[in-house]
């Protein structure tokens, strides 16, 4: 048995009136690929940003590498090995494509504003290796001969790869991606789905939340399907697809 890297525990996320998500308990295997999947308002977004440390849960307990996170806030989550990409992209247009990765470098960073200012050495040191870390990043991305476009002339799969740079170059030991392959075409989904497992093959963890049934029955080892935030069910892709409850839930539902 593989060792547990993030654990969930009767999580309850209420808003208001509404239960997001009710007493959802997860495990997922250091090393592994997860999936979180479920029509449209299931709570799988939720489920991300209490990992994270957007929201809070109203109950319930996270752990992380056996550590209590529930209470963190999204910087000192970030600090302790989890990284994660948004369903909207959010990059600075703007600036450059390297610019734009070194920014995902902030929560290891231990100079602060002073020592930029003074160019103290410590900073120096720093600054090199944000920049050899975010190259590095660039490279498993595939981005490496655009590092000095501005973001914007990227093609959108290679913003969307741009953004998963940004994520790697904290170094997390936990990846979360939502919804990565929107928008694709086949064959971005087809580079998209080398990329994970790439990204993988380094060691980190990935637990994504994706609408493209294909992509993720060939990618994950396990899927956690909810419905109206709770869990109906957990196995592999086949096991899964095979389920009953799991063709109810999406019976007469979009599936995106
Ligand atoms: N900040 C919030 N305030 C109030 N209600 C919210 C908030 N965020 C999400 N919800 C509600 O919680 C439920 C779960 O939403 P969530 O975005 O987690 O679902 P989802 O499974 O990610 O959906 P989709 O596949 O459409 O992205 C929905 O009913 C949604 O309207």
């Known amino acids: 048995m593989s060792e547990v890297l993030l654990e969930l525990e009767s999580v309850t996320v209420n808003f208001g009136g509404l239960t997001a998500v009710h007493r959802l308990d997860m495990n997922i295997e250091s090393g592994s690929i997860r999936a979180l999947i479920g029509p449209n308002g299931a709570g799988k977004t939720t489920v991300f940003n209490v990992v994270t440390g957007i929201f809070r849960p ?23 090995g989890i990284a994660r990409t948004f369903q909207n992209i959010r990059l600075f247009k703007n600036a450059s494509v390297l610019d734009n990765v070194k920014v995902g470098r ?51 799969g290679e913003q969307r790869r741009l953004e998963i740079a940004r994520g790697l170059v904290s170094e997390p030991a936990l990846l979360l991606l939502d919804e990565p392959a929107a928008g694709m075409n086949p064959q971005e989904k087809q580079s998209l789905l080398q990329l994970i497992k790439r990204i993988q093959e380094q060691g980190i963890t990935i637990f994504l939340v994706e609408h493209d049934m294909k992509f993720v029955m060939t990618l994950s080892q396990k899927i956690t399907v909810l419905d109206y935030g709770r869990e109906i069910c957990t196995g592999t892709p086949a096991e899964v697809q095979a389920d009953p409850r799991v063709i109810e839930a999406y019976l007469g539902k979009e599936v995106g």
């Not at 319930?60 to 970030?78: H, K, Q, V, W």
């Not at 960073?109 to 600054?127: D, M, Q, T, W, Y």
């Open 58 to 80: 109203t109950s319930g307990s996270i752990r992380f590498r056996g550590r209590e996170i529930t209470r963190l806030n999204p910087y000192d989550i970030a600090a302790a």
């Open 106 to 156: 902030h929560s290891r960073g231990k100079s602060n504003v002073l020592g930029a200012l003074i160019r103290h050495p410590g900073f120096k040191a720093e600054e090199r290796d944000t920049t050899e870390a975010s190259l590095a990043a660039l490279e498993l991305v595939g981005l490496s001969r655009k590092k000095d476009e501005l973001a914007k002339n990227l093609s959108y």
